[in-house]
Structures are given as structure tokens and as C-alpha cells.
Antibody, heavy 117, light 113 residues
Framework: EVQLVESGGGLVQPGRSLKLSCLAS????????MNWIRQAPGKGLEWVAS????????YYADTVKGRFTISRDNAKNTLYLQMTSLRSEDTALYYC??????????WGQGVMVTVSS | DIVMTQTPSSQAVSAGEKVTMSCKSS????????????LAWYQQKPGQSPKLLISWASTRESGVPDRFIGSGSGTDFTLTISSVQAEDLAVYYC?????????FGSGTKLEIK
């Protein structure tokens, strides 16, 4: 069974940093691209960042470029999102999702990040 | 950026009825080399993560009931539920994966009367 389990969220002050993790199981993690998608409370879905299976290709939304860094450790089956200079508008439920050939085929349950003083 | 526009924003139907929802993209999602439309539909039930229903505009994922039908090409796409069931209560999102930044529509909330 495919499982994606996010962790690392919480309450953080504006301007501070936070690192999210996503532990994958039930599939060959190193063969899949991975993504972070977020959903602000009561709002729709926003793509944040993507990383290819071997980390050769990395893409970011303009809203996070220069502040967030996506990375992965295929030996640990883990995806990361390092978030710096956090703003109140970064408050959201952050999902990790896998992609084998384009669409987001499996999603985690999400981890909440709240940016507030 | 490719803008995805979904209509209606919400829809209320009775169980057993047919429902259609629209998704329009600001540029074509049809890749000429492989003749595929880079468009997916997701279902997000209350309190749950999104679930992939349909990829390539019309390919139903394994285990998805055949009442869910995706159609369209280029810039105009439709998700049809041929006979709505109570468990279909959800928000439905379209997404283009043709180019980064990948973008979602604002969603269609399906309510059951």
C-alpha cells in the first residue's frame, strides 16, 4: 500500500524557518517525481514545488522561489521542504504528492503550517 | 502561467442525477508530439486529501467508478458524473501538468440535495 506521511509542521513566527518531511513507502520512491502542494484554510490547491526522481530537475512556484528549497534522499525514501523567511500567507496544509508520469497520483494526509506571531 | 477556470463554483444535485462541470485553460494542454492532453481531475472529500480520478483528460484511474467520465481537448474540458451518489459529495479540481507552474482550477463543490 502506498503511503506518504508528512511531518514537521507547526506554529512558527513570521520570518522564521521550518523544515517539512515526507516519508514514502509502498512504492519505489527513487523512480518517482515528488511534489509539494499546499492548501490555505478554506481555499483551493496551490502547487509549491517539484523535484524529479534523481533531483536533476527542480521547479518552484514564484510565490516561494528563493525562500523554499525542495530536496529528497532516495536512500531514506524521504522528501523535504525547507521553508525560510516564512510569511503569514504561507499558512496552509502542506501535502506531498508523487508523480510517475505527470498527474499527482498519490497524496499524503498533509501537515499544517501556521505562521503567526 | 496557464490559468485554469472552473465552473460552476458549486452545484447541488439529487442522487441519481447527471452532473457536468467545466474546466477551461488559458492555453492548449494538447501536446502535439503525443496527442495527449495534460489535464487531470481530482476529488477532495471533506476532511480528506485530494484523490486522482482522471488523467490525460479522459483516462480513469484504477478503481474509480465508471460513472466518472472525463472529456474534452485543447482548452475545454468536462467532468461528468453520470449518476451522482451520496458519496460523491466533494470538491472537484482540475489541474494542468503541461507546464510549470502547474496550476489548479478553483474547484467545483458538489452538494447532494
Amino acid at each position: 500500500e502506498v503511503q506518504l506521511v508528512e511531518s514537521g509542521g507547526g506554529l512558527v513566527q513570521p520570518g522564521r524557518s521550518l523544515k517539512l518531511s515526507c516519508l514514502a513507502s509502498g512504492f519505489t520512491f527513487s523512480n518517482y517525481g515528488m511534489n509539494w502542494i499546499r492548501q490555505a484554510p478554506g481555499k483551493g490547491l496551490e502547487w509549491v514545488a517539484s523535484i524529479s526522481s534523481s533531483s536533476s530537475y527542480i521547479y518552484y512556484a514564484d510565490t516561494v522561489k528563493g525562500r523554499f528549497t525542495i530536496s529528497r534522499d532516495n536512500a531514506k525514501n524521504t522528501l523535504y521542504l525547507q521553508m525560510t523567511s516564512l510569511r503569514s500567507e504561507d499558512t496552509a496544509l502542506y501535502y506531498c504528492a508523487s508523480t510517475y508520469y505527470g498527474p499527482l497520483d498519490y497524496w499524503g494526509q498533509g501537515v499544517m503550517v501556521t505562521v503567526s506571531s | 502561467d496557464i490559468v485554469m477556470t472552473q465552473t460552476p463554483s458549486s452545484q447541488a444535485v439529487s442522487a441519481g442525477e447527471k452532473v457536468t462541470m467545466s474546466c477551461k485553460s488559458s492555453q492548449s494542454l494538447l501536446y502535439s508530439e503525443n496527442k495527449k492532453n495534460y489535464l487531470a481531475w481530482y476529488q477532495q472529500k471533506p476532511g480528506q486529501s485530494p484523490k486522482l480520478l482522471i488523467s490525460w483528460a479522459s483516462t480513469r484511474e484504477s478503481g474509480v467508478p465508471d460513472r466518472f467520465i472525463g472529456s474534452g481537448s485543447g482548452t475545454d474540458f468536462t467532468l461528468t458524473i453520470s449518476s451522482v451518489q451520496a458519496e460523491d459529495l466533494a470538491v472537484y479540481y482540475c489541474e494542468q501538468y503541461y507546464d510549470t507552474p502547474f496550476t489548479f482550477g478553483s474547484g467545483t463543490k458538489l452538494e447532494i440535495k
